[in-house]
C-alpha cells in the first residue's frame, strides 16, 4: 500500500489536477454547453433539468453513508452494536416507488424530445453527408455543389442532413462514424448501407467546430469538420460560386504549369475539378474531396491544417507524414507520397491556390 503520507501527498497534487481536467472539458469552442440553434438547446435544456435531479439524489445518498459512518463509526472500547433491523415496508415502498416517479418524470420529456428533434423541420435546406476515412463529403442535390470538410449553411435555417458513410471509391465498403457538431445539435452516427438523418440550425454567424466521434480507425482523430453558418443572401452566393466551374489561370503563369501538371499526373484519377479539360483529359476523380473551389475553404485534409503555401507544400511533398494514412495498403487509404520535385510542388501550390 505504500507510505499514507506518501499517498495523501499524490492526491494533494492529482486531485485538484483531475479537477482543472474535468472543469476544462466544460468550455472552449467546442464545448456541449453553448447551444447556439434550437437542434441544441432542447438537449441542453433537458441536460440541466436531469443534471440537477442527479446532484440532489447524489448529495442525498452520499449525505446518508456520511451520516451513517460518523454514527456508527468504531467508538473504541463501545463494542455495544447498533440496533439491528431487517425488513421495512414502508421505507422499501417509499424508496421505489421516489426513484421509479423521478424516472418517469426524466423518461416522458426525454422520448418526447427524441421525436420531436427526428422530425424533418419546414423549410429545410437538405445537405447530404457521407463520411469516408478520413475525411466528410458534402453534397447539396438542390444547387449541385459538392464540397468536403467545411459545411456552409444559412443563419437561422433548419437544416437536414441525410447521412451515410462508404469508403470514397467503394460505395459497399465503410465503418460507422459519428457527426456531431456540438453547438448545433447532438451526436448522430453515420452507419455504411444505412441513412440515418440529423437536424441542425444555427441562430448566429459563425464557424462551428465539431468531428466524428465514433472511433474509426488509423487517423479518427484527424477527422474533423466544421460548419460555417453566413447570412442567407451570403448562402445563396456561396451555392451559385461553388457550382460554377473552376477557373482558369492565365497562360504562362506558375498557376497554368501546376494546371498542366495536375491534369497531366496522378491527381485527376483521385480527385475532381468540375467544367475544366486540358489536352482532352477531366479531372473526375471520386477518391479524394472535390478540389473545383478548394481555395475557398480555410482547411483541408479532414479540416486539420489551414489552406495555405506552407501546409500545401509540405502536404504534397509526403502526405502520410502529416496525416497517418495508409495509401500502400490495401485497401488503401489516404493520399500517397507522389515523389513531387520540388518545381512540381511549388506549380501544383499555385494552382490549388488559384481554385477560388
Known amino acids: ?4 503520507r506518501t499517498w495523501r501527498c499524490r492526491a494533494r497534487w492529482l486531485l485538484p489536477l483531475a479537477a482543472v481536467a474535468a472543469l476544462s472539458a466544460c468550455s472552449g469552442e467546442q ?28 448529495v442525498l445518498v452520499q449525505g446518508l453513508i456520511i451520516v451513517a459512518v460518523l454514527k456508527f463509526r468504531d467508538r473504541g472500547d463501545d463494542e455495544t452494536l447498533p440496533v439491528q433491523t431487517h425488513g421495512n415496508t414502508k421505507l422499501e415502498i417509499l424508496w421505489t416507488v421516489i426513484p421509479a416517479l423521478i424516472l418517469a ?4 420529456p426525454t422520448v418526447q424530445s427524441i421525436f420531436e428533434l427526428s422530425e424533418e423541420p419546414d423549410g429545410a435546406v437538405t445537405i447530404e453527408v457521407f463520411g469516408h476515412r478520413w475525411w466528410w463529403e458534402y453534397q447539396y442535390p438542390e444547387a449541385g455543389v459538392e464540397t468536403a470538410n467545411e459545411m456552409v449553411i444559412p443563419v437561422g435555417r433548419p437544416v437536414r442532413l441525410v447521412m451515410t458513410a462508404e469508403e470514397a471509391d467503394q460505395p459497399d465498403v465503410g465503418v460507422i462514424h459519428s457527426f456531431w457538431v456540438p453547438a448545433l445539435a447532438g451526436k448522430q452516427d453515420v452507419i455504411p448501407g ?34 460555417i453558418a453566413v447570412p442567407p443572401d451570403e448562402f445563396d452566393q456561396w451555392l451559385e460560386e461553388q457550382a460554377a466551374d473552376a477557373p482558369r489561370p492565365d497562360e504562362g503563369t506558375l498557376e497554368a504549369e501546376g494546371e498542366q501538371l495536375f491534369f497531366g499526373g496522378a491527381c485527376v484519377g483521385c480527385h ?5 479539360e486540358v489536352d482532352g483529359t477531366r479531372a473526375t476523380g471520386n477518391v479524394g474531396p472535390d478540389l473545383t473551389h478548394f481555395a475557398t475553404r480555410e482547411e483541408f485534409a479532414g479540416a486539420i491544417f489551414e489552406v495555405n503555401e506552407d501546409n500545401l507544400a509540405e502536404w504534397l511533398e509526403d502526405p502520410p507524414a502529416m496525416k497517418p494514412m495508409t495509401p500502400d495498403e490495401r485497401p488503401s487509404l ?23
Open 272 to 276: 475532381a475539378v468540375r467544367g475544366v
Open 334 to 356: 489516404g493520399m500517397p507520397d507522389l515523389g513531387l520535385k520540388p518545381d512540381e510542388i511549388r506549380a501544383l501550390v499555385a494552382y490549388l491556390l488559384s481554385l477560388t
Open 105 to 108: 418524470g426524466i423518461a416522458v
Open 31 to 58: 464545448t456541449a454547453l453553448d447551444p447556439q440553434g434550437p437542434f441544441a438547446e432542447r438537449p441542453d435544456d433537458l441536460f440541466r433539468v436531469v443534471f440537477w435531479i442527479a446532484v440532489g439524489v447524489f
Open 194 to 227: 444505412r441513412i440515418t438523418t440529423l437536424n441542425i440550425q444555427a441562430d448566429t454567424e459563425g464557424r462551428y467546430l465539431g468531428q466524428c466521434a465514433e472511433y474509426c480507425g488509423l487517423s479518427h482523430a484527424n477527422m474533423r469538420l466544421r460548419v
Open 1 to 4: 500500500m505504500g507510505d499514507p
